[in-house]
């Protein structure tokens, strides 16, 4: 097990290192209609334009050189015509040996010159998109797509005469045969909220009065989850999605049943879902030590926006998103699949960082005078949805908070109802697309206790009605999972300050599968003890 996964690690750094090379020096443009999973299809898309836009840059680079060579011809044309003056005079046999040479050089000079670099570089091309594509299926493979891998390499021209690309799909197919299926009812999972950049600011008790012992009880610190990974990552964990465990299917008289999914890992590797709640960066945390934006990065991938203690703009990794992207392309075996976290947004502050809420929207006859109003809104709007398209080409899930962080268990279903819909419009329609298929509730409070959900319970029907079929409460043991016969229900584990100081000061153990040493993890500049 050692000795491969130390393989592994080599190949794959050779795989980055060769797709680093071959992404600098890329070629044509190949079709793989195979990437079914859209997370891949949009990466290879990515590449894609890359090498398309290598190119064009080669094609410019040969029209200058054929100007070269004009220029190089006008030239022998000139010393031809002198050549020949001087020939009218003196006749010397030197002279002829030079017309022989000349006359070798002049019309296949040129000729010969194009011909060598179109062959440099259609073999140049071939070569780097075939270490380019035998990269990618590195990938694929490392988060434990061997069939997209082996799809992808298949569809390399002369695959099935290239004994080096047979050499690798057979090794896929061993590996492939040695995975072991996940029982899908004993998946962990585990959330965060923001993370918090700042310790010093955000527990600053006398600038934040309660709300910095909120911060110290339910948030975690970005040292403390990059800590967290690493251990996760060592103990076998692999990040999984909600819709990995489960996924609905339609029966032939059209009822939607939600049926286990097949995850399969290498015997060792433990299945893990990941969330994050109330990623809004609410307008009471700006200036507390948080990020306050997801904004699209240079690259097309998601990053933050952050201001510190000094007003200085910051752009990178400061919140769980980015965090996680660089591990999971550090690590491509901490995700299945291209799996990462699922990210759930309330309404009533908008998601992102952007007030997109129509309680801001001051031309809205719901807009709340209590509020700022934003004079952007439909800029930010279209923002907040590239951010999404951004985060889901990345791999991340997302859910519904609530629209007001409403306790669904304990409001009237009147009341429920009116927050749901108004979740629906302002974010579910407005911005994700109407997509949106999970729960995450708000205080994990959930609409029925832990019997399983049926349609006469009002608030579930209403829920489902609107398209809900993923339903997560919080739950601090190890693991709870139901599969009801048109949902999937989970519990979740609050990893954050209030947890990790009961474990620390000994009152509880709910985090010995996770840690082996929780006291290593929790930030020294957290203030003691924490209190809920
Ligand atoms: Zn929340």
């Known amino acids: 097990m050692a000795s491969s996964s130390e393989e592994r ?9 060769s797709r680093r090379q071959a992404e600098a020096g890329a070629g ?8 079914e999973d859209d997370r891949y299809a ?29 220029i190089i011809l006008c030239l022998i044309l000139v010393a031809a015509v002198a050549y020949g003056a001087m020939r009218l005079f003196s006749g010397s046999d030197k002279v002829k040996e030079q017309e022989t040479a000349l006359e070798g050089v002049e019309p296949t000079g040129a000729e010969g010159m194009e011909a060598a670099l179109e062959a440099e570089t259609e073999s140049e091309t071939a070569q780097s998109e075939r270490e380019l594509l035998i990269a990618e299926a590195e990938r694929l ?70 709300q910095a012992d909120g911060y110290n009880s339910v948030m975690t610190t970005i040292s403390e989850f990059e800590k967290m990974l690493d251990e996760f990552y060592r103990d076998g964990f692999v990040l ?33 879902v990941m969330s994050q709640d109330d990623v809004c960066y609410y307008e009471y945390m700006e200036g507390a030590g948080f990020a306050d934006r997801i904004i699209v990065g240079e690259d097309g991938k998601p990053t933050c926006h952050y201001v510190d203690e000094n007003g200085q703009e910051h752009i990178g990794e400061y919140d769980l998103v980015p965090i996680l992207d660089r591990f999971v392309e550090e690590h491509p075996d901490f995700s299945y699949k291209g799996a990462k976290a699922c990210l759930a947004f309330t309404g009533y502050n908008g998601i992102l960082g952007y007030r997109t809420d129509e309680t801001y929207d001051p031309n809205s006859d719901l807009y709340d005078p209590e509020k700022e109003a934003n004079h952007n809104i439909e800029e930010d709007r279209q923002t907040a949805r590239e951010v999404v398209a951004a985060l889901r080409e990345a791999g991340y899930e997302l859910a519904s908070h609530s629209w007001g962080h409403r306790d669904m268990g304990s409001r009237s279903f009147e009341d429920m109802k009116r927050d749901a819909d108004r979740w629906d419009k302002n974010v579910n329609q407005e911005l994700l697309g109407g997509t949106c298929d999970i729960i995450l509730y708000p205080f994990g409070a959930d609409v029925a206790d832990w019997h399983p959900y049926t349609h006469e ?15 997560c409460g919080v739950d601090s043991s190890e693991y709870w999972v139901q599969l009801g016969k048109d949902y999937l229900r989970q519990g979740r584990r609050n990893l954050d300050g209030y947890m990790m100081w009961m474990d620390v000061s000994g009152q509880r153990d709910k985090l010995s599968d996770l840690f082996d040493d929780v006291s290593a993890i929790f930030d ?7 209190t809920q």
């Open 240 to 272: 999984v999605g909600l819709h990995d465990m489960a996924h609905i299917e339609t029966t032939e008289d059209g009822q939607e049943i939600m049926v286990e999914g097949e995850i399969l890992l290498p015997e060792g590797k433990k299945p893990m």
């Open 9 to 17: 690690r080599k190949r794959l750094k050779a795989a980055s290192e």
């Open 141 to 210: 493979s490392a988060m434990y797509d061997y069939d997209g891998a082996i799809e992808l390499l298949s569809g390399i021209q002369g695959a099935t005469e290239d004994s080096e690309i047979a050499g690798i799909i057979s090794g896929y197919e061993a590996e492939k045969a040695e995975l072991v299926p996940q029982d899908i009812n004993t998946i962990t999972h585990v959330f965060f909220h923001s993370l918090i950049v700042d310790p010093e600011n955000a527990f600053d008790k006398e600038r934040w009065g309660t």
């Open 28 to 35: 044509s443009q190949r079709r793989s209609e195979g990437a």
């Open 457 to 471: 319970n009002q608030k579930f029907d209403y829920l489902w009605d609107l398209g809900f079929r993923y339903f």
């Open 524 to 530: 020294p500049a957290r203030p003691t003890p924490v």
């Open 42 to 70: 949009q990466e290879i898309r990515r590449r894609r334009a890359r090498i398309r836009a290598e190119r064009r840059r080669r094609r410019q680079r040969k029209q200058r050189i054929m100007i070269g060579v004009g």
